[in-house]
């Protein structure tokens, strides 16, 4: 594979924004763009593409807007910014996935000779939050390409918009490597369990009644550590339920919001459907322990690639970054101190994707090696 080149810049607005990446990208030669804006720039992303396809004359782009945009050792929180990654890579290797918002079937029609070919084992996907359909279309999407894709959700207070070759939305997009593009790719958990998994005894739709026979309220109390609705409402932010997946090997989970406590019932509503069966864990986010499992991803990374990346993409929580690890970078400082300096380019997500599966307040590292 060839190489990798990074941009990225804060200004008052796109265009200038656009002219310092564009002047640090320089002028050697690219097949594909990765775009990552803030949402302070969300309503002007058309122009700004069609600006970095006629500056690069590189015609193949994807990206999306976040509520942050995060580059090699260095996080745009809350500010007007863009994160500009080229890669110069044959196009047979590549195809741009276009917005897909509810059926999978012309998407396959039209790949089919290529997919066929390429056998591709990779994939970069933007969903739109708004979607309900959006878990849904990216297992499918998954499924169809045989492909282990990574991204997240569009996080935005305003314009929703993604890239793939053009400027869309309401569905996913993306683009999918061919079997000659090698990666690496893995997950950290920003939450960690507070207790053992529980079997969901009585529920129905999104509610818990029940988890092994007794109270779900009853049940995340003890594991919380608290004695009164009172103080679990003083804990409660911090909390959340979590999904053991099943036939894991590593023991992942999805951690999804509580976002309803019936204290008269003893009843827990999460932010995903449950089934009476099912198994659900609590768990807590803090700081000590992202940092623990950042740095276990990290080493784990480290010893399968036995040596430095040649780029990479990171798709990290909208609740981690400056909300969870403090300010000053952390999170980026972290991957650039453990794997090195190499062209990295991602945003903060309102969901991460990872494999065939959305999860929450995660980090999703995936390198070109």
């Known amino acids: 594979m ?7 810049a804060a200004a008052p607005d796109w265009t200038r924004a656009a002219k310092a ?37 590189v015609a193949h782009w ?29 196009e047979r290797t590549f195809r741009i996935v276009p917005t897909i918002d509810g059926d999978l079937a012309p ?14 084992a990779f994939g970069i ?45 309401g569905g996913i997009s ?29 529920g129905e739709k999104n509610v818990i009644f029940e988890l092994d026979g007794e109270s779900a309220l009853d049940t995340l109390m003890s594991e919380a550590g608290v004695d009164s609705f009172e103080n679990l409402a003083r804990e409660v932010r911090g909390l959340h339920a979590a999904l053991p997946i099943a036939g ?36 807590r986010r803090d700081r000590d322990s992202a940092r623990r499992d950042m740095a276990r991803m990290l080493d784990g990374l480290k010893r399968r690639t036995k040596g430095p990346p040649r780029a990479g993409v990171y798709y990290t929580c909208v609740a981690r970054g400056p909300n969870l690890f403090g300010e000053g970078s952390a999170e980026l400082r972290a991957i650039r101190a453990e794997l090195g300096d190499f062209p990295l380019v991602g945003f903060f997500c309102n969901g991460e994707i990872s494999h065939d599966r959305l999860y929450g307040y995660t980090g999703v590292l995936s390198l070109f090696l």
């Open 2 to 8: 060839s190489g990798f080149r990074l941009a990225h």
């Open 107 to 120: 998407f396959r029609a039209s790949a089919r000779d290529w997919l066929d070919i390429a056998q591709p």
């Open 248 to 283: 894991s090997d590593t023991g992942d989970y999805l951690v999804r919001n509580l976002v309803g406590i019936d204290p008269q019932r003893g009843w827990v509503a999460i932010g995903d459907r449950i089934a009476p069966g099912d198994r659900v864990m609590f768990c």
């Open 125 to 169: 996907v933007h969903g739109d939050p708004r979607n309900p359909a959006t878990p849904e279309l990216v297992a499918g999407l998954a499924e169809t390409t045989a492909s282990y894709l990574v991204g997240g959700l569009t996080s935005s207070r305003t314009g929703h918009g993604q890239v793939a070759d053009g400027v869309t939305e």
């Open 174 to 202: 993306g683009v999918l490597f061919s079997a000659e593009v090698a990666v690496a790719t893995a997950l950290t958990q920003g939450c960690s369990p507070i207790g053992k998994a529980h079997v969901v005894t009585a």
């Open 62 to 90: 994807v990206g999306t807007v976040g509520m942050g945009v995060v580059a090699t050792g260095r996080e745009y929180f809350d500010e007007p910014a863009i994160a500009v990654m080229l890669a110069d890579l044959p």
């Open 21 to 57: 990446c564009v002047a640090q990208l320089g002028s050697a030669e690219a097949s594909l763009g990765f775009v990552y804006v803030s949402d302070h720039l969300a309503g002007d992303l058309g122009p700004l593409l069609a600006s970095l396809k006629e500056s690069t004359g």
